[in-house]
């Protein structure tokens, strides 16, 4: 079992850059798939980024790449979500989901943080 602690959301203004981290509990962090997902008010959960356990395979939305970069340190237990030139749209609460291998379906992530507010103005 993981347990996963989100942290690194705030306000910051349109263009600007935050850096999110999610802290992992237990010796077996590293062999977990994690993904990073988002969820405006009114709006589905939406998958947002997806690394391997060993960093050699990612997925990322269309609507984040090239303007968001995920990576993982496995000596840290630590996911991180690099997000650059944030846009108001990006505004949402930041999930990081665990499972076996990456995946962009939320349904199939077993383990969730409970998430950390991202507030981009314009």
């Known amino acids: 079992q993981v347990q996963l602690v989100e942290?690194?959301?705030?306000?910051?203004?349109?263009?600007?850059?935050l850096r999110l981290s999610c802290a992992?509990?237990?010796?077996?962090?590293?062999?977990?798939?994690?993904?990073?997902?988002?969820?405006?008010?009114?709006?589905?959960?939406?998958?947002?980024?997806?690394?391997?356990?060993s960093g050699d395979t990612i997925y990322y939305a269309d609507s984040v790449r090239g303007r968001f970069t995920i990576s993982r340190d496995n000596?840290?237990?630590?996911?991180?979500?690099?997000?650059?030139?944030?846009?108001?749209?990006?505004?949402?609460?930041?999930?990081?989901?665990?499972?076996n291998d990456p995946s962009r379906v939320v349904i199939l992530y077993k383990y969730w943080g409970q998430g950390t507010q991202v507030t981009v103005s314009s």
């Open 7 to 17: 942290s690194g959301g705030g306000l910051v203004q349109a263009g600007g850059s």
């Open 24 to 53: 992992g509990s237990g010796r077996t962090f590293s062999n977990y798939a994690m993904g990073w997902f988002r969820q405006a008010p009114g709006k589905e959960r939406e998958f947002v980024a997806a690394i391997s356990w």
């Open 75 to 99: 000596a840290k237990n630590t996911v991180y979500l690099q997000m650059n030139s944030l846009k108001p749209e990006d505004t949402a609460v930041y999930c990081c989901a665990a499972r």
